[in-house]
């Protein structure tokens, strides 16, 4: 089987203290899956400079020529650390088989990613069996819905075990949906104001 390109995706936002500390631990651990044969050698660590005021654009620039395992892109403003882990996925996604992303600071457990390329290598049964405990669940949702509680609606979702309930028929909105879901029906959702003033009247339900 053709080894996965892997692509470490790190935001960064004037990082200049923090990168030449935590920089040689992503590239370690790049190198080390590569030796063990777990990723291609076209696996990177692609940094995303977010703007930063400091010398973190060129402390990336000066790590991009001391490895091929380094790259990195600049974005021409501060755009917030989501933002900038999207334009990172979006740029690798196209030159990769898995993206990861982690924060700069090194804080988070490292040692995982090799969970996660285990699993993508070699998880392929239990994925099936989870797509389809999920399908099930989703398609017992959306009957049980249909059956009891026409007033509110599940939204076919693509993907992910995360669907949206529609419940513009019910007469609460915002934090008045959240609580008389709380109070009354005694079941605690993910609100969809949290998301925005046009997920006022939806929340969002874990079918795993």
């Known amino acids: 089987m053709e080894k996965p390109v892997l692509y470490i995706v790190i935001p960064c936002y004037n990082e200049q203290e923090v990168l030449p500390v935590t920089s040689g ?3 370690k651990k790049i190198e080390d899956l590569v030796g063990k044969g777990k990723i291609s050698e076209k696996s990177r660590v692609m940094f995303v400079n977010d703007g930063s005021k400091d010398r973190t ?25 989501q933002n900038a882990l999207l334009a ?7 030159q990769c088989d898995i993206t990861i992303s982690i924060d700069s600071d090194g804080q988070d457990d490292i040692n995982a990613i090799d969970e996660m390329i285990a ?12 797509i389809a405990y999920i399908s099930d669940n989703k398609a017992y949702l959306d009957q049980f819905l249909r059956e009891r509680i026409p007033q509110i609606r599940m939204i076919p979702s693509e993907g992910t075990y995360l669907v ?10 915002g934090m008045a949906l959240e609580h008389f879901m709380i109070n009354e029906a005694k079941v ?4 969809g104001y949290e998301f925005g003033k046009q997920g006022e009247a939806f929340l969002r339900m874990n079918v795993a």
């Open 188 to 191: 605690a959702f993910c609100a």
């Open 25 to 27: 631990m992503f590239l």
């Open 88 to 94: 990172g996925l979006m740029e690798a996604r196209d």
């Open 119 to 130: 699993a993508y290598n070699d998880g392929e049964e239990w994925l099936d069996q989870v």
């Open 164 to 173: 949206w309930l529609d419940c513009s028929q019910l007469p609460y909105r």
């Open 57 to 81: 654009w060129n402390i990336i620039q000066t790590l991009s020529k001391e490895s091929p395992y380094y790259c990195g892109i600049s974005l021409s403003r501060n755009r917030g650390h």
